[in-house]
């Protein structure tokens, strides 16, 4: 935080020499919003509430996006270390956690309705809290206003608000960890009747209610912020910055948005149609209970309804958590290969094709439910199509690193342990897609293995290579490499010890969601294995204390950041080493070519900034690259 | 105090990583080897790359193989045996398009590590091996589809006319199970006349009910199809059998169905896997309250004549509770309409049945 001065501006030097002919002027838009920050910074500092905490800077909101999304990590974590020992060592005393947990641990024992709680839990953390707004709030808002080259979002005060509501469902999901009749415990789906009567279990009463309101308050901060990731990216692109030459992680920011627009509302409709017939007596998806010693009057409804409409949301809120993976992954295995990123287009065009077909996917989720087998036929062609757009992605990571020159930074690492989790994870996804095949594999670890590999870990390890590779943009310090390779070769052991296992409990027919599994002859063979599984998952979420420690620490005593510390080619690396509001000091630079200009044959460096015009190139143009320098 | 002492103690430690690492990178700095040029870790990166493949490979496939005799649940049905094989060859198929990839990405990654002075190949894009890896994958995907498709469309078909039915309904924490009884005809089951006695609903005033029974266990007998006939009277539930290979929720107000044709009795499972304790289980697979982990009923697959002569030796529900039927009578005769239309009309008010229980 010491450095806020900015630096003499290489690449923007470049420029002025280079573009006589074609000076950059800004548009009258550019030149408004420029002189507003001008104005801005000279007459008023701006006091630290409004800096820090309620600031309209996209770089900030990102970096509180960033460390409550941490902060979400580490207690979704603690959650899951928690049940991990009740089914590594069902016979062992919990006694010791009673200090924490209180009434929770019953004659040494956790209970299991609390069991469910955790677990639950668990789900909607990571999934909501630390995959979509720690990743997605993060990274879209610190790089789609700098590498498309914008001063800010399209509405710094929507984008404020967006964290705050996020901020605010944040503090209602985490009070009802501490309500008398506990958090949400109907699993992170919520599937109604079990969600809607508190009859059921303890934790669909206040715990539930609770945990809807927060889930509409964090709807609400979705849409915000997606509704300016696109705007910014359609409006507010800088000179010459076509949509073919975006980075590949806008992109991905860009269609992430798109999806969330689409899909969360609808997930909206859902709770909001759960409260009515929690609340006030409807029955959209109530019919024929008897429960408690009662028989319920509502009648008509269909829980197969909810369940459509939550993965109407809850398929493409998958994508949404890997798609931004995906494209930092790009960007930094192409960075850091020394490589242009194989099949721009291709890769464009594979990220369009998930996300249309991540929209018409959902029921494979519901195969077994009752659903018509018809649709079950429907959904499986679908759902195995996706196959090839995601395999189109991975040939094409291998052809980037085939030839390429790598540098092994942490950021780099991360990204090759993001290709070959996605790997591992997304071929037994062609399992759990068909049909026929998900009727013995449905509910059981073998998906618990699947989804935790292709868009959990996966989706961390995007986040953490985004975090390694943009910490010097952020901070203007680097983050040490030593503690990065121990903290990724930790993880990447770790989080394949943990999830390979849970392939075989699941192909045993082990049931996701079981206290224990002591009852069952044809699922009591694994206990040594769970145990395994258990070390292997608390040693591998301790080991992100190394990153939290090399986080913290670097910010404040890391190594001084140069400007452009990874040699890479994207709008971001112009900016001072901290940027400050408004990003470019002078005018924003304009953009000539493909943010990929990575070893170019003819040019003496290894990479071409994008604001390098082709004239300045003259040696390694490719004939109509020349066509366009002349 | 506990808490305090524990979060004291990770407080500490904290603080001496801290100087530990602190003391590192000052020590460095003195050195000299505190410089951020690709040296060393960069080399040494590229062969952990490598180890990690090799060693990662070889505790894959070993304890791929040590545990594969306990992940293959012996299997007892028709449809089962064609599963487990699909589910193989797919597995297979994944396995080389897993080994291929990972191989090369490994590889790759530790061959073109960084080497001064080499550049890396500008390699931007290329039509026919993008066109040749659309199609291929497209091509496994679409038999694989077509495959999974015909036995989707065989198993969830309609159940062949000479099944077996019998009804399984889901309920915190059990589940309960009914025979058609003599008419092979299911009677009428209404939630609204669910009591401590008649967990079921059976609405007696329906003749077809009268001669349904209720059993603890599940039994069918080998060789010949069964339809389950599945409901839930509370939450979602999941019929999940897994050595027959089944599996269907239990929706509460939507009765949902599986057929299966069992292949082995338990007898001979038994005596096949040497161990005489050894019963089919049904577990419940959707998430249900608190004790949904202990959810279990057992399955007997009986030899067809075993099973018939179970089926005649069993008492009907009505015959055990002959105060539930006489409480049907009695308000037959009290009541002017007739008790069945309480099954469809909403507005009905909730018969307090059964009063004397």
């Known amino acids: 935080m010491s450095d806020l001065t900015p630096k003499p501006n290489l690449s923007a030097g470049v420029q002025a020499q280079g573009g006589v002919g074609s000076a950059p002027v800004p548009t009258a838009e550019h030149g408004d919003h420029l002189l507003h920050d001008d104005h801005d910074h000279e007459h008023h500092d701006q006091h630290w509430l409004w800096k820090y905490v309620f600031s309209q800077d996209h770089k900030v909101i990102a970096k509180q996006f960033l460390i409550t999304g941490m902060f979400w990590a580490i207690l979704g974590g603690t959650l899951s270390s928690l049940f991990r020992l009740q089914l590594g060592w069902p016979e062992s005393s919990l006694e010791w956690l009673k200090p924490f947990l209180g009434g929770w641990i019953q004659a040494g024992k956790l209970n299991p309705e609390f069991y469910l709680a955790l677990v639950t839990m668990h789900g909607t953390i990571m999934v909501f809290f630390v995959l979509t707004a720690g990743l997605s709030g993060t990274f879209s808002n610190f790089l789609i206003p700098l590498q498309v080259g914008a001063r800010d979002m399209a509405s710094g005060f929507m984008n404020m608000l967006s964290y705050w509501f996020f901020f605010l469902s944040g503090i209602i999901m985490f009070s009802s960890l501490f309500i008398e009749t506990g958090p949400a415990a109907a699993g992170w789906t919520i599937y109604p009747p079990l969600s809607a009567l508190p009859q059921a279990i303890p934790g669909s009463g206040t715990g539930m209610t609770l945990w809807l309101v927060s889930m509409v308050f964090f709807i609400v901060s979705q849409l915000l912020g997606g509704v300016n990731y696109v705007t910014t990216v359609i409006n507010l692109r800088t000179r010459g910055m076509s949509m073919s030459k975006l980075p590949l992680t806008i992109w991905a920011f860009f269609l992430t948005a798109i999806l969330g627009i689409l899909s969360f509302p609808v997930l909206f409709s859902a709770a909001l149609l759960l409260v009515f017939d929690r609340s006030f007596g409807t029955s959209f998806f109530l019919s024929d209970i008897y429960i408690a010693g009662q028989a319920l009057s509502n009648q008509g409804g269909s829980p197969v309804l909810f369940q459509h409409l939550f993965w109407f949301l809850g398929h493409p809120e998958v994508y949404i958590v890997i798609m931004p993976a995906m494209g930092m992954v790009s960007e930094v295995l192409a960075t850091n290969a020394r490589k242009p990123i194989f099949g721009y287009r291709a890769m464009i065009g594979s990220l369009i094709g998930i996300s249309l077909l991540s929209f018409v996917v959902w029921a494979h989720h519901m195969f077994v439910t009752g659903m018509n087998p018809f649709l079950g036929s429907v959904f499986m062609f679908l759902t195995l199509i996706i196959a090839v757009p995601s395999g189109v992605k991975v040939f094409n990571w291998l052809a980037t690193l085939w030839r390429g020159n790598i540098r092994f930074t942490a950021a780099m690492l991360f990204a090759i342990g993001f290709v070959s989790l996605f790997i591992s994870g997304g071929l037994t996804g062609i399992i759990l897609g068909n049909a026929t095949l998900d009727i013995q594999m449905h509910n059981t670890y073998f998906v618990v293995a699947h989804f935790h590999l292709v868009m959990g870990s996966s989706a961390f390890f995007g986040l953490f290579a985004g975090v390694y590779h943009w910490f010097p943009k952020m901070f203007g310090r680097m983050m040490d490499e030593k503690l990065g390779y121990i903290h990724f070769w930790l993880t990447f052991a770790g989080v394949y010890l943990v999830f390979m296992p849970m392939h075989y409990v699941g192909i045993a027919g082990f049931p996701r969601r079981y206290y224990a599994w002591t009852g069952f002859d044809a699922f009591s063979q694994f206990a040594d294995m769970n145990k395994f599984i258990s070390i292997a998952a608390i040693i591998a979420f301790l080991g992100q204390f190394i990153f939290i420690f090399n986080f913290f620490y670097s910010i404040f005593r890391g190594r001084r950041a140069t400007q452009n510390p990874w040699n890479s080619t994207t709008l971001e690396w112009t900016t001072p080493i901290i940027p400050g509001h408004g990003n470019w000091p002078g005018e924003i630079p304009a953009v000539y070519r493909w943010p990929y200009d990575y070893s170019k044959p003819g040019s003496d460096v290894d990479f071409i900034p994008q604001n390098v015009p082709y004239s300045q190139t003259q040696s390694s143009n490719l004939p109509y690259e020349q066509e366009l320098a002349d | ?357």
């Open chain 2, 1 to 357: 105090m506990t808490v305090l002492t524990i979060l004291l103690v990770l407080v500490l430690l904290l603080v001496v990583f801290g100087l530990l690492f602190r003391l590192q990178i000052l020590t460095s700095i003195f050195s000299g080897t505190f410089t951020r040029d690709i040296g060393m870790s960069n080399s040494v990166n590229a062969v952990l790359m490598l180890v990690f493949l090799i060693g990662g490979g070889a505790w894959f496939a070993y304890s791929f193989v040590e545990n594969f005799g306990k992940m293959n649940p012996p299997i007892a049905s028709v449809h089962g045996h064609q599963m487990e094989r699909m589910f193989w060859i797919t597995m297979a198929v994944i396995g080389v398009a897993f080994a291929i990839t990972q191989i090369l990405l490994f590889v790759y990654a530790y061959k073109y590590q960084h080497k001064e002075g080499r550049r890396a190949y500008f390699f931007a894009h290329n039509n026919t091996i993008e066109v040749i890896w659309t199609i291929i994958p497209a091509i496994v995907m679409a038999s694989l589809i077509f495959a999974g498709w015909k036995a989707w469309t065989r198993i969830t078909g309609p159940a062949p006319k000479n099944s077996v039915v019998l009804e399984v309904m889901g309920k915190q924490f059990n589940w309960l199970v009914r025979y058609p009884g003599r008419d092979m005809k299911l009677g009428v089951v209404n939630y609204r006349m669910i009591d401590a006695v008649n967990e079921f609903g059976f609405d007696l005033s329906d003749k077809s009910a009268l001669d349904d029974f209720t059993t603890n266990e599940i039994h069918v007998p080998k060789g010949v199809p069964v339809l389950i006939k599945i409901r839930s009277r509370d939450v979602l539930h999941a019929v999940y059998m897994p050595q027959f290979r089944v599996q269907m929720y239990a929706v509460p107000g939507m009765p949902t169905r599986f057929w299966f044709t069992p292949t082995t009795t338990t007898d001979e499972m038994r005596a096949k896997l040497g161990n005489p304790k050894f019963n089919y289980e049904l577990a419940c697979n959707q998430l249900c309250g608190g004790s949904h982990f202990a959810m279990k009923a057992t399955i007997i697959v009986d030899e067809p004549d075993d099973y018939q002569n179970w089926y005649a030796a069993q008492q009907s529900f009505s015959q055990k509770n002959p105060d539930v039927l006489a409480a049907f009578k009695q308000k037959a005769k009290t009541m002017v309409a007739p008790v069945a239309a309480a099954t469809d009309e909403k507005k009905a008010p909730v018969m307090p049945l059964a009063a004397s229980n």
